[in-house]
Nanobody
């Protein structure tokens, strides 16, 4: 069974940067790979996604211009570069194999990695 494993979370000061990585243990057979996040007491929300075939990218308005998603087809890796981080970006970030963008449909979740942004 394919697994998604996130890495790169941690503690950073506001204004700083972090890069998250997601490794898939095999082919996910999904059209997209994405990142979602869930802050304490809040519902999980879409952050960003990228289409495997042509690299088209999608972002939530809250992260547009600050976060950059990229993929490496050969290694089944997806990364999320997060710059200009804000305390409200604090959350557990989940990698996902995404079958559709609108509406969002997820085939497989990773276990998550914690990002904490201090003020």
């Amino acid at each position: 069974q394919v697994q998604l494993v996130e890495s790169g979370g941690g503690l950073v000061q506001a204004g700083g940067s972090l890069r998250l990585s997601c490794a898939a243990s095999g082919r996910t057979f999904s059209s997209y790979m994405g990142w979602f996040r869930q802050a304490p007491g809040k519902v999980r929300e879409f952050v960003s996604a990228i289409r495997w075939s042509d690299g088209s990218t999608y972002y939530a308005d809250s992260v547009k211009g600050r976060f950059t998603i990229s993929r490496d087809n050969a290694d089944n890796m997806v990364r999320l570069q997060m710059d200009s981080l804000k305390p409200e970006d604090t959350a557990v970030y989940y990698c996902a194999a995404v079958r559709s963008i609108n509406p969002v449909g997820v085939n497989l979740w990773g276990k998550g990695t914690l990002v904490t942004v201090s003020s």
